[in-house]
């Protein structure tokens, strides 16, 4: 990819984050709180190798700015704690450097369509002092339909009583393609879906793809 191409795709990256950070700030300083939060993501894989467990995608997903308190990663194609495993979905619940807390999918086979599309849904909700990080309506050709009957969640205690400092930034940057990234066509956050606590449902269709300055 030509290296203007490249520069208009992270430029453009900036732009949504930015605009989507002046989002929830407006929120958090109004009168109603965030409790639930969803992304919608859709990745692309062209030509997997089942055999090596290719390609290997790492998510990203945190109730506040950073990740320096409690914070959740996704593996796609992989389980990688305590010790790798090839195939399958893990969650993953981590304070710092840290992992405390894992969950595995009952599905471990590893990818092996010739061109296969996963979405899935990751969703942290907040109720009476309890942090719940989910994904949720999950599908593909490898793993069927996944995240049902709670199958994929962690639940947590906490101090949070809001999720309005929330940032998608914080997924776009720590997420990606953690192996074999010439695999994957794309990797795009495609919405956003948040709920206050007066029962109002806001979204944001954003679609931005988080792998387009991958190497072919």
Not at 44 to 54: I, N
Not at 197 to 212: K, Q, R, S, W, Y
């Amino acid at each position: 990819m030509p290296t203007h191409s490249l520069r208009a795709a992270r430029s453009s990256r900036i732009l949504f984050c930015l605009a989507t950070l002046f989002l929830f700030a407006c929120s958090s300083v109004s009168a109603t709180d965030v409790v639930l939060v969803e992304e919608h993501w859709e990745l692309h894989v062209e030509g997997p190798d089942a055999a090596r467990s290719a390609p290997q995608v790492t998510m990203v997903m945190s109730p506040t700015e950073d990740v320096e308190d409690d914070f959740f990663l996704v593996t796609l194609n992989h389980w990688s704690y305590p010790n790798f495993s090839a195939g399958g979905i893990q969650l993953q619940r981590w304070r710092s450097e840290d992992c405390l807390e894992v969950t595995n999918s009952s599905n471990s086979s590893a990818m092996h369509q010739e061109t296969e599309t996963v979405t899935w849904v990751q969703r942290i909700s907040l109720v009476n002092g309890t942090l719940k990080f989910e994904v949720v309506s999950g599908s593909s050709q490898t793993w069927g339909t996944f995240g049902t009957d709670g199958e994929l969640s962690l639940t947590v205690p906490t101090y949070l009583t809001r999720l309005n400092n929330y940032r998608p930034a914080v997924s776009i940057e720590q997420s990606g393609i953690s192996y074999a990234g010439n695999r994957v066509a794309s990797l795009v956050l495609k919405r956003l879906e948040w709920q206050t606590d007066d029962g109002e449902e806001h979204f944001l269709v954003a679609p931005i793809d988080i792998a387009t300055d991958l190497d072919p």
